[in-house]
């Protein structure tokens, strides 16, 4: 069974969720507050944790800035319904998906299979390494270099790279990458996708001639170019 943490200070939202999840083949654990969310993310013993933004002694975002200074365990924060800008800063300090509360838990599941299937499949690939310029990955170890340097990336931002690296030189749709990388289409006002390719912008770095080593093509998607 896959170990998922909930650092919710909610006990009734806990039991409703684990209820659920339980059948569906998780162990389900609780952490009611910040600094015991962190101490316990830290510990390796979860595939995900679902983290609450609004927690006491240590609000989310603080625990989740923590947490990637050691960890890349992947993490779905929970934010208020129409919290734009926790959402944002939760995904530009590193987390891999939100779901705004009140939610329905099949969304809920659907979230954190799609955030457990890529960093299992992350995790399972060959090492065939892909170059293109200065950034190489190698899927089977999950090891990225960009200019000769380690670069540590989350489950979904090493997935993305993945895949414009494997698309390099032709434009990748938004919708397709969301797919491929986020397991769900995109709502209208949904920015994750695009902060996810800033996040992976600046843990590369630029290109060798300055300019954005992932290049916006406006309306249509993304592009590695291949120099």
């Known amino acids: 069974m896959e170990r998922i943490l909930i650092v919710d200070d909610d006990a009734d939202l806990y039991q ?78 590193g987390a891999d998906d939100y779901l705004p509360k009140p939610f329905n838990p099949r969304e809920l599941l659907a979230r954190m299979r799609a955030i457990l299937r890529r960093s299992h499949d992350s995790a399972n690939q060959p090492s065939n390494k892909l170059q293109v310029g200065d950034v190489e990955l190698d899927p089977g170890t999950r090891r990225v270099q960009s200019n000769g340097k380690k670069v540590e990336l989350t489950a979904v931002e090493f997935k993305l790279l993945e895949q414009l690296l494997r698309s390099a030189g032709r434009v990748v749709e938004r919708e397709d990458l969301a797919q491929e990388v986020l397991g769900r289409k995109l709502s209208p006002y949904d920015r994750s996708l695009d902060v996810h390719v800033s996040n992976l912008r600046k843990k590369l770095g630029p290109a060798a001639g300055g300019e954005d080593c992932i290049q916006t093509i406006r309306g249509v998607g993304y592009l590695f170019p291949v120099k």
């Open 16 to 93: 409703l969720v684990r209820e659920f999840l339980q059948p569906e083949g998780f162990q389900v654990e609780a952490a009611y507050d910040g600094p015991r969310g962190l101490e316990r993310a830290l510990s390796g013993d979860y595939g995900l944790v679902v983290l609450d933004v609004m927690l006491p002694e240590m609000g989310g975002l603080d625990v989740l800035r923590n947490l990637r200074q050691k960890s890349n365990v992947p993490v779905l924060i929970l934010t208020a319904r129409g919290e734009d800008v926790d959402r944002i800063v939760g995904l530009e300090i």
